[in-house]
């Protein structure tokens, strides 16, 4: 059945498309996003003082889905502070320096780690506890802060999660609304994820290899240079907590491993663990002032937590009204806009092969705004059989595509307010709407490769 598009559809696609336009100005959305709150909520609740307790519900709604992974980026920097206090992170570091001696070689070593360790887990803990203890030795390496971001992104967030080759929960919501087999779908997938990473990781190097030339030697490489010539004298407890900590975090990769812990839990596990080192590492570094320091280092940690999802809730808050959490901001009944739009263009779409492909791939962008990127598998694998079947292409290939554009634009890599997104950029202390505009063209390049050479093998 096609969805009427009504005003609230109307409103909705064309603040999505004024955030575009801004983002690619370099401008922040924010503003944009609370005009279009307020609107879509004048319009649905008629009322304009309903629409003002809208405002308030939303940034709730979106805090609220946010504050978990806030809330291990905090308390994973509040762990590297005393570890910093004390100097065991430049012990840590240490070997890294040896082994990643320049950008491109930091940029390819970080994004393999991330490519790994989010198939394995989950890209978010993955990029907590890879991100924090990585990304500050490949920057010291030459690395720019945003360029580590980006190969964190790309390989992590979009390679990894939209293959999940491992853990197979997209692989399994794909192939069951597309009426195929995981076995059927498992290659196409891994082809086109691959592709997509190979092809976005290539073109943001490319983009990236002026900054990196030049960023050795400027003013924001040697303040890491200074805290890493800082640390050469460290405490003797540092020795311990740099052979501990990362025995600490192995052990709990294998606990994750052994008992299939994965995604939220994996979370949890790796906030807890973080908050159980800051505490023992606050009272050994100096157990008289452990109980004014470790409010200290909570608050160091916190504040940056804020700093970086204080823009981000606002801009969440608007988009979740176009998926699933409409419902707990303006009540049940209310329309999904985002899902009612992709529904409407897949009917209105062309057939044929090429159009097909790309009308899903668009499809799954569409669903992916809204930033988890897993809620748009069920629409892009159904229309992948009410479309494709009929017209005796091959469906796991239409599928597949619709996966890519839902994951790798809501899993992370192209709207500042996906979780992964948020996490990769609290974790190298970037604005994350400026990673998602560095992330825009290499991986509409990726895709638009990808989905070609699903055309040309379905």
């Known amino acids: 059945m096609v969805p009427d598009l009504t005003i609230i559809h109307y409103i ?12 690619l100005c370099r401008k922040d959305i924010v503003i944009a996003c609370v005009i279009g709150t307020f609107l879509i909520g ?43 206090r004390m100097g065991a992170d430049y012990l840590i570091f240490l070997p890294f320096k040896k082994i990643i001696t320049g950008p491109n070689q930091a940029y390819i070593f970080l994004g393999i780690i991330a490519y790994i360790s989010a198939s394995l887990f989950w890209p978010t803990p993955a990029t907590a506890l890879v991100g924090t203890l990585l990304i500050p030795v490949c920057i010291r390496a030459g690395l720019t802060p945003m360029a580590a971001a980006v190969a964190v992104n790309i390989f992590g967030h979009g390679m990894g999660l939209s293959g999940d080759l491992v853990i197979q929960g997209a692989l399994k919501l794909s192939s069951t609304a597309a009426n195929v087999t995981v076995d059927d779908l498992f290659f196409k997938v891994a082809l086109l994820s691959v592709t997509t990473g190979i092809v976005a990781g290539f073109v943001a190097w490319v983009m990236l290899r002026r900054e990196l030339k030049t960023f050795k030697g400027s003013a924001e490489w040697e303040k890491y240079e200074e805290t890493a010539e800082h640390h050469a004298e460290y405490k003797p407890c540092a020795i311990y907590f740099a052979v501990g900590v990362p025995l600490v975090f192995a052990a709990i990769i294998g606990c994750m491993i052994r008992y299939d812990i994965k995604g939220g839990d994996a979370t949890a596990l790796i906030g807890g663990t973080a908050l159980m080192l800051l505490t023992i590492g606050t009272i050994v570094n100096d157990r008289r002032k452990s109980f004014d320091d470790m409010v200290g280092f909570l608050k160091e940690g916190f504040l940056f937590g804020i700093k970086i999802f204080a823009p981000v809730i606002p801009i969440a808050a608007f988009f979740f009204l176009g998926a699933n959490s409409v419902t707990d901001i303006l009540g049940s009944g209310a329309p999904k806009a985002l899902f009612d739009v992709g529904q409407w263009l897949a009917f209105h779409l062309p057939m044929g092969r090429v159009p097909v492909a790309f009308g899903n791939l668009i499809v799954g962008m569409i669903a992916g705004i809204e930033g988890s990127g897993f809620t748009g598998l069920p629409l892009t694998g ?3 059989q009410a479309i494709g079947g009929p017209l005796g292409l091959n469906v796991a290939y239409i599928a597949a595509v619709g996966q890519m554009g839902s994951i790798w634009t809501g899993g992370g890599c192209l709207v500042p307010w996906a979780f992964g997104l948020a996490a990769t ?12 505009r560095r992330n825009f063209f290499p991986v509409c390049c990726g895709l638009v490769v990808s989905t070609a050479l699903a055309i040309f093998l379905m």
């Open 425 to 436: 950029a609290g974790i190298s202390g970037v604005n994350p709407t400026e990673l998602a």
């Open 42 to 84: 004048v319009v649905y609740k008629g009322s304009v003082i309903a629409a003002i307790q809208v405002l308030f519900t939303a940034l709730m709604v979106a805090g609220t889905d946010l504050f978990g992974i806030m809330l291990v980026i905090s308390l994973m920097v509040a762990m590297l502070r005393v570890l910093n």
């Open 12 to 23: 909705y696609v064309a603040v999505v498309l004024i955030c575009i336009t801004l983002m």
């Open 382 to 384: 159904s229309l992948a």
